[in-house]
């Protein structure tokens, strides 16, 4: 479960002492950077951390709920695929977020056959939830060189330069391929992008579609692959991938939950997008994630024997909601901050600057409450205020016109922006690390690519804001491109699932139970398995409620 | 602020349960042993996935709701609606040669857009209270400008498809309002002239 010391001041208590006030000064910092991340960020949580005991890995710490799966048995074997169909493409793409449908759409565009599996609804992921904003150096004052100083120093200087390099050079040329896709952004009276800033950055880099950013690139990517001659198989995980005699990646195995069949999908390029983790609920922590964010990517990937990186290390979003409780874990935009909101703990007192790195800020709101200068809900969650109405205060108008996302979550919580806070404590957001990655999207593993959340090295150990959607267009791209061009190779014409036979080796070498099957797929609490009902009409056998 | 421990009794696709009053629909179901993942996306209300009918015990009134977002109440009947199928209009921006011809490559697309009755069954449909008739109105008068600026909010759910007499994909037609707009109007300078800073090679990155 989550640490919180659940003391402080009552929810009751602390909103009657409140009162929007438009300046409150910053204190000085008490603490170094690094003491405080090692003191409170969840990431340093020593009981959480594990080293992994089988595949390429062997021997890196790693978070231990990842661990468990990444050293799980398979879900299948060699009798699954018997009866199976097989179906033959150019390219597999798994997952159909930002990234998969930005490497499915180019992959497409340059000849290739595309498959585009699903494990839930095309367009259903993070990418439809980001609020922020993308980045890209556009403004006077700013270059791409800024942007990869930030990028590197956000991420403490764990990040791949190549990486960071090609993604900030690519970031202009990204706004303008989503607005050929149709995309909008805010306009300034002459037609120019607007720009806000994100935590930790050094100049106004963030382009944005009011707090609907990832709705509004979401909608538009999913119409594109709709209108054109991508397959799309919705309601499709993928459980495993398929071998070859060379050592490469030549396929997939797919469940399809409508019929409970598996299907053989044998390809030429695989390119997995399936996004992060935050469903896994690290540390017992809420999650702004989507329902399917269950990390499957890794774990396939891992058996075929690709290498992973920064395996303990995951991004806290500081602002999650924590009241009403229906709807905590829900995302507050850090557009919020980068428009001047402040923090505030129950004496009213602000405690870090709001636009810190968001790994300092999430630490710093953790400190707060476990120091006792929290607020305290009738459900015993903890959080600190915030300040929106003295967002209000300063900048009239400004909740209306920029965040009517934000309003909207206002109404379902019955709060009246404009004159209460909001309590806040950091969620589950973000997957730092993940599968290593060249520029064009290459595993270790030939004709294995991956794209977006899944993969590691661009954001080193913490992201910035709006570095995501940038990413999973950027490089969807690369990887879509990359991939297109194995189609007039020759496949190798022996595929197996030969892999698993060694996973299943070392588990047992190692002394490792087999009971747990992975990928997850669905979190736990869906009570779902491949033999459940999809539509949920029939009750899982043993369910007593 | 809530009781946790109030149970309520609820009828789900016809399975009557009995859950506490803080889950929404989607958990209520999952808690009582049923594990649907059909329709279940963002659960944050954006993604559109989880349509359902809702009627409340005080009333005969139907109601179309995303199940994430919906607090079971003692009484209420909940029903999930599967997707229909995808509408069958098919375009890519790059068939409108230019901006004058965007009104009539719309009403080439969007035959039926032209014969919408008003009957206001696709904005009572829509859970996010868009005047999504209005945009229809909008966008057939080649105003499309104004008919996407309506359309903020779809989470294209496909409820006013679904409620729409002639076919018209309601929501189809804001997103090409939309789409069309930043096509062939977005032309940012500040980004055209930092895309030619990197073209000539003039701006370029010193790696650490």
Sequence with gaps: MIDRANIGTTYREALKRYRPRDER???????????????????????????????????????????????????????????????????????????????????????????LATKLRLGDSNTVMAEGGIQASINKDDSPQFHYNDTIKAGHHQSVPDLVSQLVLDGPDVIRWLIQQGMQFDLDEFGDLLTRRAGGTSADRICFYRDYTGLEMMRVLREAVHNSNIDVWDYCPTVELLGDDLGGCSGAVISSLKNRKYIQVNAKAVIIATGGIGRMHLNGFPTSNHFGATGDGLILAYRMGAALRDLDSFQYHPTGLAHPFHLAGSLITEGVRSCGTYLLNSKGERFVDELSARDIVAASVIRECREGRGIVTDDNNCGVWLDIPGLELRQPGILQQRFPKLMRLGEKAEIDLTKKPLLIYPTLHYQNGGVVINENCETSI????????????????????????????????????????????????????????????????????????????????????????????????GSTS | ??????????????????????????????????????????????????????????????????????????????????????????????????????????????????????????????????????????????????????????????LCMTGCPEQIAPNRVGLFSRRVTAYFHARPSNLINRLEKIRTGELQIIKE
């Excluded at chain 1, 493409?89 to 930002?98: C, E, K, Q, S």
């Excluded at chain 2, 199940?67 to 199928?85: D, I, K, N, R």
């Excluded at chain 2, 375009?91 to 014969?115: D, G, R």
Aim: negative net charge; hydrophobic residues 35%; glycine residues 10%.
């Design chain 2, 1 to 158: 602020m809530s009781d946790s421990k109030k149970e309520v009794q609820v009828t789900i696709n016809g399975k009557q349960i009995c859950v506490p009053s803080t889950l929404s629909v989607i958990q209520a179901l999952w808690h009582a042993g049923y594990p649907r993942v059909q329709g279940v996306g963002c659960l944050e209300g954006v993604c559109g996935s989880c349509r359902v009918l809702v009627r409340r015990s005080d009333t005969q009134e139907v109601s179309m709701e995303m199940g994430c977002q919906t607090l079971v109440e003692e009484g209420m009947e909940v029903m999930f609606l599967v997707f229909p199928s995808p509408s069958q209009h098919t375009y890519t921006l790059e068939q409108i040669p230019n901006s004058w011809e965007v009104q009539t490559e719309f009403h080439k697309i969007f035959p039926e857009a032209q014969q919408c009755r008003n009957c206001h069954g696709c904005s009572v449909a829509c859970p996010k209270g868009i005047s999504v008739e209005k945009g229809v109105e909008l966008a057939v008068k080649g105003r499309f400008k104004e008919a996407g600026d309506l359309f903020v909010e779809c989470i294209m759910c496909d």
């Design chain 1, 25 to 115: 000064p910053l204190p000085e910092p008490g603490i170094d950077d690094e003491k405080l991340l090692n003191k409170f960020h969840p990431d340093h949580i020593a009981e959480s951390l594990t080293t992994l005991k089988v595949g390429i890995n062997r021997g890196d710490p790693c978070h231990r709920q990842l661990a468990d799966l990444l050293q799980s048995d398979s879900r299948i074997n060699e009798a699954d695929l018997a009866g199976a169909a097989t179906v033959e493409t150019d390219v597999l793409v798994i997952g159909g977020g930002g990234a998969g449908c930005t490497a499915a759409l180019i992959a497409q565009q340059q000849g290739a056959r595309v498959i």
């Design chain 1, 446 to 541: 030939p004709g294995l690519f991956c794209t977006g959340e899944v993969t590691g090295g661009i954001h080193g150990r913490n992201r910035i804001m709006g570095n995501a959607l940038l990413e999973i267009i950027s490089f969807g791209r690369k990887a879509g491109m990359a991939a297109a061009q194995r189609r007039k190779k020759k496949r190798s014409s022996q595929l197996s699932i030969e892999h698993l036979n060694q996973l299943r080796r070392e588990l047992t070498n190692m002394g490792l139970s087999m009971e747990t099957e992975g990928p997850l797929l669905f979190p736990e609490y869906a009570k779902f398995d491949l033999d459940s009902d999809y539509a949920g009409l029939r009750r899982n056998r």
